[in-house]
Nanobody, 125 residues
Framework: QVQLQESGGGSVEAGESLTLTCAGSGSPTGMAWFRETPGKEREGVAAISCSGTITDYIDSAKGRFSIYRDNAKKTVNLQMYNLKYEDTGMYYC?????????????????????WGQGTQVTVSS
């Protein structure tokens, strides 16, 4: 069974950077990073295709976040620059089995069927 494990979260000040890593198993497939904060629905932050050639981001992440993958190491990373208070949340990586790219609705949690346990990111202003 495919498993995912996130790491790299932490507490930083606004303007600083963090890189999250999702370590998985199995063959390359479509993956994404989501975040969740109390009182809000889980939202898609960034997604990447199985080969890494297609990526997409939530508007607030464009220009500040970068998602990339190393299929040899079975990792998907989310590099976050210029972090803002509103980036605070629990970050989850997710994958969809046997689908390379879920398409334009990648931001929907229902498109993914395997989830990690999450890693907390806290940004102080």
């Amino acid at each position: 069974q495919v498993q995912l494990q996130e790491s790299g979260g932490g507490s930083v000040e606004a303007g600083e950077s963090l890189t999250l890593t999702c370590a998985g198993s199995g063959s390359p497939t479509g993956m994404a990073w989501f975040r969740e904060t109390p009182g809000k629905e889980r939202e898609g932050v960034a997604a990447i295709s199985c080969s890494g050639t297609i990526t997409d981001y939530i508007d607030s992440a464009k220009g500040r976040f970068s998602i990339y993958r190393d299929n040899a190491k079975k990792t998907v990373n989310l590099q976050m620059y210029n972090l803002k208070y509103e980036d605070t949340g629990m970050y989850y990586c997710a994958l969809v089995t046997d689908v390379c790219w879920v398409g334009s609705q990648w931001y929907l949690p229902s498109k993914f069927n395997v989830w990690g346990q999450g890693t907390q990111v806290t940004v102080s202003s």
